[in-house]
């Protein structure tokens, strides 16, 4: 053995660890600088991807369906005739309704996927390429762009905004995703075809196939479901009412939705062949609310608020569909009669206002004329302005009398003038002169010196509770208790004698007067009908007997029988005509017994000038009475005759007695003018055999001299007088002239829309 070989260990042993790790380093350190960087970076965009992952996660579960943008929602709310079918006018902030989609033609569908996602029955409401496409370009500066799906498109329309922003896409396509789970591909295209802009102010699908074809969705071909898909792009752009550069764009655009549908194996190459560009409606002006239309919607819109409370919101984005009880027949009846006797297009007449309400017993308002224009004034001649009521008011004063003691055989003075201390003397119309006279005499001739004693004698309180309880509002600017009350100093609107004369009518049964039938929302969330159920405030007797002497005024020698007659009005009817003071309004208002009742009230400028300044005679039996049976004579049409009813007969005074006493006011008299004096006095007074009848029976009530207060109703005596003579008037003697009534005019208790000044003092009524 060798020295060597004994050698425990050399140097070169000890650095081979050395050398191995060297070499390993050495190894290390020639691996390529781009595969490191490569690691690293699929290491970075790995954990960037874990993170994005969470942080989408994160952000789809929190984000949450918002509720709709403000305009989202908002329908047109449409109303219709009594038919419930025909269009009358629209509440239209918004042009939009809402259909189900099975009411949608299939080709109309496929149009719309052609045009805009035609891979929307696949994709899960957003598309990938779509989103990717859309932000590079907006993270590159270029034009911001939207590639969406049919639902994403949806998601902006009714949810967000129209910001092309980062953040609004991804909010988009989170909601869009949530959306595509929670509704069916029907539903989703269903929304989406709702509240699409189509151009000219239509919202969805329904309102644009009105616009353009004028036809309801359902009735929609290809082609012009090709032209809607197309329109949508960019309205203002395609519509081809914009000119030839707008008709070739639309051109263009149906090609392409067309030969779409085609490729998507929705339309034969036969059928695609075969299309055309469908005939399109020209722009039209809106013409919702104009003509006298337009005061039936103002009325409909009053009633909507006044009655059922809903606001303006409410009206004009709730998607109500509004039936109201105007019949279309009977409406263009009003309209033509209206327009017949005051011609829109003569000068002279401009200034002429007139109103007419035509109502069923039920309360139903069938008709309403409240001017030729509402665009160029909303002032409604029939719900807003109020003249005075004239002789109208006859008809409560009866009711009151007849309710009070009286009948119609009961006999009044009408000598003219009639005299009240402090006013003016009262007259009967041209100053003509009468007898005694019963009332049904009273009311042909509208006889206002025999009211006035009427008046008088019952109590002028009873003629305003009268008509109180027939309609007429008790807030009524005038509404008073002054003698004079029963020539109708009040100012009343057209509507409300309608309804009050309805009632006289209706066997003495007031209903409530209403113009909406039944009302609902698309959205299914308000419902309301109108009740028409009626209050018996006037004994059916006593309603009779008023409807039996109205009908004397219908017939020879009444106010209104020449003009009825010159129409050929022929059907048994009653009514009453009403002329002011200076002729500031004419009125006529009358029935066919529980059938239909209709006011005519007519005014010129302001309801302060005269009706005589327009060169045409209009009493109240003249133009109104006209109007009145022209409009009767079409509304009537083929409906059955409705009959006078028998008389009431109720019973009462009678030739020279009084009624029964009854509990009255008394007032505060001069000793000069007392109405009751001791039977010498009223010898010395009085020449006629019938004074001294009338006053004999009155004189166990008579007051003494140094007292002023007077029973207005004394009792009745057992015994009837021969009737007194109706050639000769008897002179009107200072002791029969009434008490003093209050000369301070009323005030106006509230009342609103008066277009008639309510004067000082007493108007002198004309028929």
């Given at each position: 053995m060798s020295e060597s070989d004994n050698h425990p260990e050399t140097p070169h042993d000890e650095a081979s660890p050395r050398r191995a790790r060297r070499a390993a380093a050495t190894r290390r350190k020639g691996r390529p600088l781009w595969a490191k960087v490569a690691l690293r970076t699929m290491l970075g965009?790995?954990?960037?991807?874990?993170?994005?992952?969470?942080?989408?996660?994160?952000?789809?579960?929190?984000?949450?369906?918002?509720?709709?943008?403000?305009?989202?929602?908002?329908?047109?709310?449409?109303?219709?005739?009594?038919?419930?079918?025909?269009?009358?006018?629209?509440?239209?902030?918004?042009?939009?309704?809402?259909?189900?989609?099975?009411?949608?033609?299939?080709?109309?569908?496929?149009?719309?996927?052609?045009?805009e996602d035609r891979n929307f029955y696949d994709n899960r409401g957003v598309s990938v390429s779509g989103i990717v496409r859309a932000l590079w370009t907006n993270l590159t500066g270029g034009q911001q762009q939207g590639g969406s799906t049919i639902t994403q498109q949806y998601v902006k329309n009714y949810f967000l905004t129209q910001d092309k922003t980062v953040s609004r896409k991804l909010n988009e396509v989170m909601i869009s995703i949530k959306l595509d789970q929670k509704y069916t591909k029907d539903e989703i295209l269903q929304r989406y075809l709702n509240n699409i802009y189509f151009g000219r102010n239509s919202y969805g699908i329904q309102a644009a196939s009105k616009t353009y074809f004028n036809k309801d969705v359902s009735q929609l071909n290809a082609s012009e479901g090709a032209f809607l898909a197309s329109v949508i792009n960019a309205p203002s752009l395609f519509d081809p009412a914009g000119g030839k550069a707008a008709a070739e764009r639309m051109n263009n655009r149906m090609i392409y939705v067309l030969d779409g549908m085609v490729t998507e194996g929705w339309m034969s190459p036969q059928v695609r062949a075969q299309q055309k560009m469908p005939v399109v409606q020209p722009v039209k002006a809106p013409t919702y609310g104009s003509g006298p239309t337009g005061y039936l919607t103002q009325t409909v819109r009053n009633e909507l608020k006044n009655k059922l409370k809903l606001s303006d919101t409410d009206i004009a984005r709730g998607g109500l569909r509004i039936t109201t009880t105007i019949d279309v027949k009977k409406q263009r009846a009003a309209e033509k009669a209206v327009q017949k006797a005051i011609p829109a297009d003569v000068p002279s007449l401009k200034d002429l206002h007139a109103g007419l309400v035509a109502q069923k017993p039920d309360g139903s308002i069938v008709a309403l004329y409240g001017g030729s224009d509402y665009r160029k004034s909303q002032w409604n001649a029939a719900t807003y302005a109020a003249p005075q009521a004239g002789s109208t008011f006859k008809v409560f004063g009866t009711v009151a009398a007849l309710e009070n003691g009286y009948s119609l055989n009961s006999r009044f003075s009408g000598a003219s003038p009639f005299r009240l201390p402090g006013t003016k003397p009262l007259r009967n119309d041209g100053g003509e002169q009468f007898g005694y006279i019963?009332?049904?005499?009273?009311?042909?001739?509208?006889?206002?010196?025999?009211?006035?004693?009427?008046?008088?004698?019952?109590?002028?309180?009873?003629?305003?509770?009268?008509?109180?309880?027939?309609?007429?509002?008790?807030?009524?600017?005038?509404?008073?208790?002054?003698?004079?009350?029963?020539?109708?100093?009040?100012?009343?609107?057209?509507?409300?004698?309608?309804?009050?004369?309805?009632?006289?009518?209706?066997?003495?049964?007031?209903?409530?007067?209403?113009?909406?039938?039944?009302?609902?929302?698309?959205?299914?969330?308000?419902?309301?009908?109108?009740?028409?159920?009626?209050t018996q405030v006037i004994d059916k007797k006593v309603s009779a007997d008023v409807v039996n002497s109205m009908a004397t005024v219908t017939q020879p020698g009444g106010t209104a029988y020449r003009a009825l007659s010159r129409a050929d009005f022929t059907r048994p009817s009653a009514g009453k005509t009403g002329t002011t003071d200076g002729y500031k309004a004419a009125w006529y208002a009358g029935f066919t017994p529980n059938q239909l009742t209709t006011a005519v009230g007519m005014y010129a400028g302001d309801g302060?000038?005269?009706?005589?300044?327009?060169?045409?005679?209009?009493?109240?039996?003249?133009?109104?009475?006209?109007?009145?049976?022209?409009?009767?004579?079409?509304?009537?049409?083929?409906?059955?005759?409705?009959?006078?009813?028998?008389?009431?007969?109720?019973?009462?005074?009678?030739?020279?007695?009084?009624?029964?006493?009854?509990?009255?006011?008394?007032?505060n008299t001069p000793r000069a003018t007392s109405t009751t004096t001791s039977s010498s006095t009223t010898s010395s007074t009085t020449s006629s055999s019938t004074t001294s009848s009338t006053t004999s029976s009155t004189s166990s009530s008579s007051t003494s001299s140094s007292s002023s207060s007077t029973t207005t109703a004394p009792p009745s005596s057992t015994t009837t007088p021969p009737a007194p003579s109706t050639?000769?008037?008897?002179?009107?003697?200072?002791?029969?002239?009434?008490?003093?009534?209050?000369?301070q005019a009323p005030a106006a208790n509230g009342a609103t829309g008066t277009a008639a000044a309510v004067p000082t003092g007493a108007a002198t009524a004309r028929p």
């Open positions: 965009f790995f954990v960037l991807g874990l993170i994005g992952f969470i942080a989408l996660v994160v952000i789809y579960l929190r984000t949450e369906i918002p509720k709709p943008n403000a305009d989202a929602d908002k329908q047109v709310s449409i109303i219709y005739y009594s038919d419930g079918k025909t269009e009358l006018d629209r509440f239209s902030s918004v042009n939009r309704e809402d259909v189900q989609i099975n009411r949608v033609p299939k080709d109309v569908q496929h149009a719309f996927l052609a045009a019963n009332m049904s005499t009273m009311m042909q001739h509208s006889v206002n010196t025999s009211f006035l004693r009427l008046n008088q004698q019952m109590g002028p309180v009873k003629t305003r509770e009268a008509a109180i309880k027939a309609g007429i509002p008790a807030g009524s600017a005038g509404m008073n208790d002054n003698v004079t009350n029963i020539l109708g100093e009040a100012s009343v609107h057209v509507s409300d004698v309608a309804n009050a004369f309805s009632t006289v009518s209706s066997e003495g049964k007031k209903a409530d007067q209403h113009i909406i039938a039944k009302v609902s929302s698309v959205a299914g969330s308000f419902s309301y009908t109108a009740k028409t159920g009626t302060t000038k005269s009706l005589a300044a327009e060169g045409a005679s209009f009493y109240g039996g003249e133009v109104p009475a006209t109007i009145w049976a022209d409009f009767m004579n079409a509304a009537l049409e083929g409906e059955p005759v409705a009959k006078i009813p028998e008389p009431g007969r109720v019973k009462g005074g009678s030739v020279g007695q009084v009624p029964p006493p009854v509990r009255q006011t008394t007032q050639t000769t008037a008897p002179p009107p003697p200072a002791s029969t002239q009434p008490p003093a009534p209050s000369t």
